[in-house]
C-alpha cells in the first residue's frame, strides 16, 4: 500500500517554477512534513520543513526561492519552488508520520513518498 505520495515534478527551464505536492492514503493524516531531495550521485540533503501548525524552515540554498505550505482541510502539503537553477536538479521526496483521525492509536512513522523527479535545464 502506498502511503503517500508527491508529484509535481519536471522538465523546467532555469528560472522556472514547479510546485511539488505530497499527500497521504486516505484515512491518513500527516504531522510535520520534510522535503528532501537526492542529486545523481550524493547523498540525500534536506531541503525543507513545515510543522503541524505551520511553522517552516529552509536549506540555506533554497532560502528566498522554495515555499513549503500545507492545507489540513485538503490533506496536503506543497512546496512551490521559483528561480530554479541546474544545481536543483534531483529526485525530491515528501518525508512525515502518519496519524488516523478516525482511529485514535494508528500512527505509522517515518513514512517517504515515492519521489518526483525535478530536472532544471541550463
Known amino acids: 500500500q502506498v502511503l503517500l505520495v508527491d508529484s509535481g515534478g519536471g522538465l523546467v527551464q532555469a528560472g522556472g517554477s514547479l510546485r511539488l505536492s505530497c499527500a497521504p492514503a486516505?484515512?491518513?493524516?500527516?504531522?510535520?512534513v520534510a522535503w528532501y531531495r537526492q542529486a545523481p550521485g550524493k547523498q540525500r540533503d534536506w531541503v525543507a520543513s513545515?510543522?503541524?501548525?505551520?511553522?517552516?524552515d529552509y536549506a540555506n540554498s533554497v532560502k528566498g526561492r522554495f515555499t513549503v505550505s500545507r492545507d489540513d482541510s485538503k490533506n496536503t502539503a506543497w512546496m512551490q519552488m521559483n528561480s530554479l537553477k541546474p544545481e536543483d536538479t534531483a529526485v525530491y521526496s515528501c518525508?512525515?508520520?502518519?496519524?488516523?483521525?478516525?482511529?485514535?492509536?494508528?500512527?505509522?512513522?517515518?513514512?517517504w513518498g515515492q519521489g518526483t523527479q525535478v530536472i532544471v535545464d541550463s
Open positions: 486516505s484515512g491518513y493524516s500527516m504531522h510535520a
Open positions: 513545515i510543522t503541524d501548525d505551520g511553522s517552516t
Open positions: 518525508h512525515t508520520d502518519l496519524y488516523s483521525k478516525d482511529f485514535p492509536g494508528i500512527h505509522v512513522s517515518d513514512v
